[in-house]
């Protein structure tokens, strides 16, 4: 079964200017979750889409967006790029927990590394 | 608040040296998960292995075994006769409180991870 794939997989952009990554899960996956990783900050949670609804989000500005198709891929937009915003993207799918297992284990694709200049 | 804390920044050995990577965390839960990923260096997160907050038998799969100690908060991992392969960073993390309304914790709280360097 392939893993999650995230495209493009690098990104150059300048301040101001608006990026959108793509992520598309394990098939039979229907959760997909976002995070930053920054040198600084570390891993950080953006947020978590199923079936096409936002269910968690993480303490990021408005600038973060992100949604979900039917077919479970999920985007992620950032807007008015800034420096700040230069980060590892990375999107984990996990399939629903089983009756009584109130977790699901996150698969992690391999990234989208996103400088701004 | 939830947290994770891995003290231990950067590690290096020898290869066939046994090592430990400490994880303990924080949280008000009585309901929790605690995983372990390994980050190589092409970026993407591994799955390692998830343990239930209702679980502390310890477990082994190969070379790597976890020790799971509620009492003390932690949450270990123990790489046997380590091997170059298994340079990487290592990161521990912990299921957000449960959410009634979803019924399941779908945010991880990461530790800061552990750097370590297994060389010849």
């Known amino acids: 079964k392939a893993g999650v794939t995230q495209t493009p997989r690098y990104l150059i952009k300048t301040r101001g200017q608006q990026v959108t990554l793509s992520c598309s899960p394990i098939s039979g996956h229907r959760s997909v979750s976002w995070y930053q990783q920054t040198p600084g900050q570390g891993l950080q949670f953006l947020f978590e889409y199923f079936s096409e609804t936002q269910r968690n989000k993480g303490n990021f500005p408005g600038r973060f967006s992100g949604r979900q198709f039917s077919n479970s891929r999920s985007e992620m937009n950032v807007s008015t790029l800034e420096l700040g915003d230069s980060a590892l993207y990375l999107c984990?799918?996990?399939?629903?927990?089983?009756?009584?297992?109130?977790?699901?284990?996150?698969?992690f694709g391999p990234g989208t590394r996103l400088t701004v200049l | 608040a939830q947290k994770v804390t891995q003290a231990q920044t950067e590690i290096s050995v020898v290869e066939k040296e046994d090592v430990t990577l400490d994880c303990v965390y924080e949280?008000?839960?009585?309901?929790?998960?605690l995983f372990w990923y390994k980050q190589p260096p092409s970026g993407e997160l591994v799955f390692l292995i998830r343990r239930n907050s209702f679980d502390e038998q310890n477990e082994i799969s190969g070379r790597y075994s976890w020790n799971f100690q509620k009492s003390t908060s932690s949450f270990n991992f123990t790489i046997t006769a380590s091997q170059v392969v298994d340079s990487a960073v290592y990161f521990c993390a912990l299921t957000d409180p449960f959410r009634l309304t979803t019924g399941t914790a779908s945010k991880l709280t990461f530790g800061t991870g552990t750097r370590l360097q297994v060389t010849l």
């Open positions: 984990a799918s996990s399939l629903p927990g089983l009756a009584g297992d109130r977790a699901d284990t996150q698969y």
């Open positions: 949280t008000r839960d009585t309901t929790y998960y």
